[in-house]
């Protein structure tokens, strides 16, 4: 390949592109669900393809990104003007936590780890899972959460209603399971763990999805068996 043939299919590339990307608006950039992240990656390659693969003529690679681009803006315009039309090409937002417990099945659903739920919500400013009242994960992959009422931003009237710090929250149970290492940290034994599910009145560790205990000893206990559905 020549520079001249270079140039040339990299101007054709840019300007087709350029062209493209203002007709599918800002929508690949800002809100993208998982399908756009998919076709943004698609189209980047169906150009440079076509600048650098000489055995694909300049105008079939073109053509191939035109008609992509197409059936992309159709999908998009299919999700704007259906409701079956947005649930099948973006889905719909999957409850994470809902009345303040966690969504086992919706946490299964997105295939979403405890871990990666608690990383989410700290992502949100919130240490504390026992201070968020629904969490969702967005079309886009994005967490979002929405404080309980008391834990909600402080208007000017609550201003001076300075309250101590809980400190760092520690889980000590997930999916059923004792971390024996955030006992370790917590400086407690699993006879401790037994007392408090005993005093929640959970009789089998196995029913507890997650727990959780601050510096100030609140506790957070989620079960297995909580319906928020």
Same mark, same amino acid.
């Given at each position: 390949?020549?520079?001249?043939?270079?140039?040339?299919?990299?101007?054709?590339?840019?300007?087709?592109?350029?062209?493209?990307?203002?007709?599918?608006?800002?929508?690949? $950039?800002?809100?993208?669900?998982?399908?756009?992240?998919?076709?943004? $990656?698609?189209?980047?390659?169906?150009?440079?393809?076509?600048?650098?693969?000489?055995?694909?003529?300049?105008?079939?690679?073109?053509?191939?990104?035109?008609?992509?681009?197409?059936?992309?803006?159709?999908?998009?315009?299919?999700?704007?003007?259906?409701?079956?039309?947005?649930?099948?090409?973006?889905?719909?937002?999957?409850?994470?936590?809902?009345?303040?417990?966690?969504?086992?099945?919706?946490?299964?659903?997105?295939?979403?780890?405890?871990?990666?739920?608690?990383?989410?919500?700290?992502?949100?400013?919130?240490?504390?899972?026992?201070?968020?009242?629904?969490?969702?994960?967005?079309?886009?992959?994005?967490?979002?959460?929405?404080?309980?009422?008391?834990?909600?931003?402080?208007?000017?009237?609550?201003?001076?209603?300075?309250?101590?710090?809980?400190?760092?929250?520690?889980?000590?149970?997930?999916?059923?399971?004792?971390?024996?290492?955030?006992?370790?940290?917590?400086?407690?034994?699993?006879?401790?763990?037994?007392?408090?599910?005993?005093?929640?009145?959970?009789?089998?560790?196995?029913?507890?999805?997650?727990?959780?205990?601050?510096?100030?000893?609140?506790?957070?206990?989620?079960?297995?068996?909580?319906?928020?559905?």
């Amino acid at each position: 390949m020549t520079l001249y043939e270079m140039l040339i299919r990299t101007t054709i590339g840019f300007i087709i592109l350029y062209v493209l990307c203002r007709m599918l608006n800002k929508k690949l $950039i800002a809100q993208m669900t998982f399908f756009d992240f998919v076709a943004g $990656i698609t189209i980047g390659s169906v150009v440079a393809s076509s600048m650098l693969m000489k055995d694909v003529p300049v105008l079939i690679g073109m053509f191939g990104l035109i008609l992509f681009c197409f059936y992309t803006f159709l999908s998009s315009l299919g999700a704007i003007k259906s409701l079956l039309g947005r649930k099948v090409l973006e889905d719909e937002p999957t409850y994470l936590i809902k009345n303040g417990q966690v969504c086992e099945e919706g946490l299964k659903k997105v295939r979403l780890t405890m871990d990666s739920l608690l990383t989410g919500l700290r992502k949100k400013g919130f240490f504390y899972i026992d201070q968020v009242e629904t969490a969702f994960l967005e079309t886009d992959g994005t967490i979002t959460a929405l404080a309980k009422p008391p834990y909600l931003s402080a208007m000017q009237k609550d201003v001076f209603n300075i309250q101590a710090s809980r400190g760092t929250a520690q889980a000590f149970i997930i999916d059923g399971q004792i971390l024996s290492t955030s006992l370790k940290l917590l400086g407690k034994d699993t006879t401790w763990v037994r007392q408090v599910l005993q005093a929640n009145n959970i009789a089998n560790i196995q029913d507890v999805f997650f727990a959780q205990i601050d510096e100030q000893g609140n506790l957070y206990i989620d079960k297995k068996s909580d319906s928020a559905f």
